[in-house]
């Protein structure tokens, strides 16, 4: 069955301190990976996606995130936190091959940050 | 930068009352989706549109829901009878292959 797992329900770092949010999936086809921000009172940002190529992607805001076909697994990383940063991230695993179909999203992570 | 819009941004309702939530996608994209999520849990898929008819559905998206693109801008989702557990937020989004946006979300509260 596809699906995407976050391990982590709530993950708090102190701002300067590096992240990593985790992120598995179970996917049949060749998968299209996302990760969502979503502030409180906003809607789903995107902040970076994986489709081909370089296993190491850079997006928005400082993130980066690294595909492990071998692990399944496609984590979230920023090496130095922002306290703007405390958000919900969501995983998202998508069908590459057909435009329109379902994105299929984890449960979340929501990240608080200290000072 | 483009976004996606919806109206309103909270709805109440009485449970067994029709709403409408309504979305204005970006101008050029050409798939338009609905999702929601329960408080406290994940994002789900509810459906597809693309050229004017639905492209996939999910589980969730049974007989009283429907949706609709009734002119050129605007693209709704119509819940006929609500029940309690529709309470949720709504996400409406377009894209075209491999990158969505998301509006901001219609909180719909069914009491």
């Known amino acids: 069955a596809q699906s995407v797992t976050q391990p982590d329900i709530h993950i708090t770092v102190s701002e300067g301190a590096s992240l990593e949010l985790r992120c598995n999936y179970s996917y049949g086809a060749t998968p299209y990976l996302f990760w969502y921000v979503q502030s409180p009172g906003q809607g789903l940002q995107l902040l970076l996606k994986?489709?081909?190529?370089?296993?190491l992607v850079q997006g928005i805001k400082g993130f980066e995130a690294e595909f492990k076909r071998s692990q399944s697994s496609f984590n979230l990383r920023k090496p130095s936190v922002h306290w703007s940063d405390a958000a919900e991230y969501f995983c998202a695993v998508g069908d590459g091959g057909q435009a329109g179909t379902a994105l299929i999203f984890g449960k979340g992570t929501t990240l608080s940050v200290s000072s | 930068e483009p976004e996606v819009t919806q109206t309103p941004s909270h709805q109440v309702t009485q449970m067994g009352q029709e709403v409408i939530l309504r979305c204005v996608p970006i101008s050029n994209h050409l798939y338009f989706y609905w999702y929601r999520q329960i408080l406290g849990q994940k994002v789900e898929f509810l459906v597809s549109?693309?050229?004017?008819?639905?492209?996939?559905k999910s589980e969730i998206f049974d007989d009283q829901f429907s949706v609709e693109r009734p002119d050129g801008s605007n693209f709704t989702l119509k819940i006929r009878s609500t029940k309690l557990e529709d309470s949720a937020m709504y996400f409406c989004?377009?894209?075209?292959?491999?990158?969505?946006?998301f509006g901001s979300g219609t909180q719909l509260s069914v009491l």
């Open positions: 549109f693309y050229n004017n008819e639905i492209s996939e």
């Open positions: 989004a377009s894209g075209r292959v491999g990158k969505l946006f």
């Open positions: 994986y489709f081909s190529g370089d296993t």
